[in-house]
């Protein structure tokens, strides 16, 4: 697995100071677009994304949904308006949680997940969204997961992650600036999340490998960026000012579509499922 010094703080802050360029960029969807034709629009592709993970987690009219990492809301509003499900997202960005809270539609909670205090077996899914990568302890964060679970309830994880045998120029040029500019504590493998599910003590249902439906993502935003940095004083001068440290994301964003070029990035969908019966949860590290 790939390792960065980055904390829960540098996350929020990262979240914090790129936002007015998130939201110009992703828009409500701070998340990948899934296109399964290759004719769908963006905005078209990201719902798409969101409902894929609706029909992994079997979600339905009145489930109980926790959304780990839930960005401005855009996913939850989703599922209650087409699934007429009950959500709750958690963030521990300020702004997206205070932009999430302005357009309703949810529940929204501001803090960290491995902090969270919702009870156990709270919920009938759980999902995460591209959120596993930005927690500093990714076992303990799906242990919690597991332990909010309801017996019988789902869990789907979207993570990107590192190919199996990435070349060492990928770690070095692409996985690792990725992680570190990015703010993403580290880029576990297939194998690393196989084996934090399992030691959860969730049993795994299918693992969707979404990399080519996924990735054009990358030029679509490149390409935003290029326009808006012409079109938007303001992004312009956050890109060329020296003071903001996290400016260095528009260069990530073509690390990102070359590292899925080269297969060293892989875009992952993993279900798992909590057996009925199970034993209480004992939360790790409390």
């Known amino acids: 697995m790939i390792h960065t010094d980055t904390t829960g703080n540098d996350v929020a802050a990262?979240?914090?100071?790129l936002d007015p360029f998130y939201r110009s960029l992703w828009g409500e969807h701070v998340h990948h677009g899934l296109w399964e034709t290759g004719r769908e629009s963006p905005l078209a592709a990201v719902d798409a994304l969101s409902r894929h993970v609706a029909k992994r987690a079997e979600i339905k009219e009145g489930s109980r949904v926790c959304d780990v990492g839930c960005g401005y809301g855009a996913t939850a509003r989703l599922l209650v308006s087409e699934y007429n499900a009950r959500v709750t997202g958690i963030t521990i960005s300020p702004k997206q949680h205070a932009a999430a809270t302005a357009a309703g539609?949810?529940?929204?909670?501001?803090?960290?997940?491995l902090e969270n205090d919702f009870p156990s077996e709270t919920f009938g899914a759980v999902i995460a969204i591209e959120s596993t990568e930005h927690l500093p302890d990714v076992a303990k964060g799906i242990h919690e997961m597991a332990r909010v679970l309801a017996p019988g309830g789902r869990l789907v994880i979207c993570a990107w992650m590192a190919g199996s045998s990435p070349r060492p120029w990928e770690r070095r040029h692409l996985l690792e600036p990725?992680?570190?500019?990015?703010?993403?504590?580290g880029m576990g493998n297939e194998e690393d999340y196989r084996r934090w599910i399992a030691d959860a003590g969730l049993a795994l249902q299918s693992t969707d490998d979404l990399s080519a439906k996924v990735r054009r993502t990358w030029p679509i935003c490149i390409w935003r960026t290029i326009t808006a940095f012409f079109s938007d004083a303001e992004l312009r001068r956050f890109l060329l000012s020296d003071h903001e440290r996290n400016r260095v994301f528009a260069i990530t964003l073509l690390r990102i579509w070359l590292a899925y070029l080269t297969g060293a990035l892989r875009y992952t969908v993993f279900t798992a499922a909590k057996p009925t019966g199970s034993a209480e949860f004992i939360p790790l590290g409390r």
């Open 14 to 17: 990262h979240y914090d100071e």
């Open 178 to 185: 990725i992680c570190r500019e990015g703010r993403l504590v």
């Open 105 to 113: 539609g949810a529940n929204f909670v501001l803090g960290d997940w």
